[in-house]
């Protein structure tokens, strides 16, 4: 599942204090872990209908329209994950000096800014899938309703070191008004 050496976070230089300090315009995407957690939500889905197709077709008589069925719902998963795939890469996000960039969108794209001083609390979310691959979803929570900066599938670790490091940034960038 990768180990500290291939974390984006060790990569970056440590400041003065010691701690990891903003990285200007650098884009970063999540774990590659992300794109096989999402074809395997898929196959959980696809593959059932498939054998549900497969057996309704041999249980009615007509195997040729339960092949087809299958066929369908073959083609539809990997359209799906093609657009899934393409999904995935298109998120990311960058720290800088006095805000964070977060993109994402394959057809209508879209990119946040989020100034620290405008955060109010930063949650570390993981459903039972993302724990299962060592995933974590960061949120950004902020004053605005329509905001959902969200950073899905870094790893744990990364995730968390991120929370605090937002955290920490949102706390002194408040501090200044």
């Not at 599942?1 to 970056?12: E, K, Q, V, Y």
């Not at 890469?89 to 209508?108: C, H, N, S």
């Not at 900066?149 to 920490?168: F, K, N």
């Amino acid at each position: 599942m990768g180990g500290p050496s291939d974390s984006w976070l060790s990569a970056r230089p440590a400041g003065p204090d010691g701690t990891l300090g903003p990285v200007l315009d650098e884009w970063r995407s999540p774990s590659p872990l992300l794109r096989r957690l999402r074809r395997t939500e898929l196959a959980l889905v696809a593959v059932p209908l498939i054998a549900a197709a497969v057996v309704a077709g041999l249980a009615t008589g007509a195997p040729a329209a339960g092949a087809a069925a299958a066929g369908g719902v073959l083609v539809v998963a990997v359209l799906v994950e093609r657009l899934l795939s393409r999904r995935v890469g298109r998120w990311g996000f960058a720290e800088r000096a006095e805000d964070l960039l977060v993109r994402r969108g394959v057809m209508f794209r879209r990119e946040s800014v989020i100034p620290y001083g405008r955060m109010q609390y930063v949650d570390v979310t993981a459903g039972p899938f993302e724990r299962a691959f060592g995933l974590a979803t960061v949120r950004m929570h902020t004053a605005a309703a329509a905001s959902d900066a969200r950073i899905p599938g870094l790893r744990r670790e990364d995730a968390a070191v991120l929370r605090d490091r937002l955290s920490a940034l949102g706390e002194s960038h408040l501090a200044g008004l």
